[in-house]
């Protein structure tokens, strides 16, 4: 686990708690899984803020110089993937994240604090 992907986390976390994110949730999936280090999950309450949260992520990585490899979504959906390789995000709508309860599928990972990343 690099010291990257924790500051990664980290420029995720804040950007989705500007644009008031609820419920935001970091797994530990290292010890799991081989596709990330962590997975931050977030959910907003309309179209409108899910888009301002995806934008927040897309241009704090991009201003730490962080490219995304793909994004999976767009600006109708109510759940969007974004793969930064060593980190997922899942912005959903609230209802999706029910719905989906990915939480659940990822429960063998260890779900950590903003602050054990600094």
């Known amino acids: 686990m690099s010291d990257t992907s924790k ?3 980290r420029i995720i976390y804040d950007a989705l708690d500007e644009k008031l994110a609820m419920d935001i949730v970091i797994l530990k999936i290292d010890e799991i899984s081989v596709i990330a280090d962590y997975m931050v999950i ?3 309450d309309n179209p409108n803020q899910l888009q301002a949260m995806l934008d927040n992520v897309e241009m704090r990585m991009d201003e ?3 490219t995304q490899k793909r ?3 767009n600006k109708n959906s109510t759940w969007t993937l974004i793969d ?3 980190v997922i995000v899942n912005i959903f709508s609230k209802e999706d994240r029910l719905f989906y309860d990915i939480e659940r599928i ?6 950590i ?3 054990e990343l600094d």
């Open 106 to 111: 990822w429960r063998d990972g260890k779900s």
């Open 7 to 9: 500051e990664m986390v």
């Open 64 to 66: 730490a110089g962080y």
């Open 71 to 73: 994004t999976e979504g």
């Open 113 to 115: 604090q903003r602050d």
């Open 84 to 86: 930064y390789s060593d």
């Open 42 to 44: 977030a959910n907003g």
